[in-house]
C-alpha cells in the first residue's frame, strides 16, 4: 500500500509539473513558429520584387537592339562566319557579345575574362592574341556552340556560357547565382529582339 501511494504521489507531482511546463512549452513553440513565418514571408517577398526587378531589366525594346547592333556592326563578317561554322544563330552570338562587352574588344573583366565575348584565358592557345576580335568570335562562338549541343536551350546555353555547364547541371537549370539569374533574360531578350 505505501508503495502504491508513493507511486500516484509521484503522479500527481509529474502531472502537475506538465501541466505547469505545457503552456510554457507551447508558446515557446508558438514564438519560434511565428519567426519562421516571418522568415520565409520576409524571403518570398525578397524573391517576388527580384522576380520583378529581373523582369524589368529583360525588357529590351528595338531601339536599343538596333542602337547597340550599331556598335557591333564592324563585326558581323565575323559573327556570321563562326555562327555557320558552330552553328549558332548569328543574333545568339551578336546579343551575347554585346552583353559581354558592348563591342570593347580590350575589355579585361574582374574575374580575367577577356575581349568581345568575354572569354576566358585557358580558351586560347599559347601565341593567339584574345584581343583579335577574329580569334576572340571564333572562341566565344565555339563555345557558345557546344554549350548549345549540350543543352540544348538557347536559356541554358547562355547560363552555362556565364556560370559555366558544372552549375547549370549541379543546379539542373539556371544557377541561383544573382549575376546570372540577371544576364540570362537580358541576353535572351536582346537575342529574341535580333531575330526580329
Known sequence: ?????????????NRKWLNELFPVIVSVLVVIWGIILSFY???????????????????VTRAQVTEDWGKLAEYEPLVK???????VEPAL???VMWHESEGNARLVSRAGALGLMQCMPDKFR??????????????????????MDKFGSVSLA??????GPGAVLKYGGIPPYPETQAYVPRVVSTYKEYLN
Request: positive net charge; hydrophobic residues 40%.
Open 158 to 163: 547562355v547560363a552555362a556560357y556565364n556560370a
Open 41 to 59: 514571408l520576409h524571403e518570398t517577398e525578397k524573391l517576388a520584387q527580384g522576380i520583378n526587378a529581373k523582369t524589368n531589366q529583360a525588357v
Open 126 to 147: 599559347p601565341g593567339e592574341d584574345p584581343f583579335n576580335p577574329r580569334v576572340n568570335i571564333k572562341k566565344g562562338t565555339e563555345y557558345l556552340g557546344l554549350m
Open 81 to 87: 562566319e563562326f555562327a555557320v561554322r558552330y552553328g
Open 1 to 13: 500500500m505505501n508503495i502504491s501511494m508513493r507511486l500516484s504521489s509521484e503522479a500527481i507531482l
Open 93 to 95: 552570338v551578336r546579343a
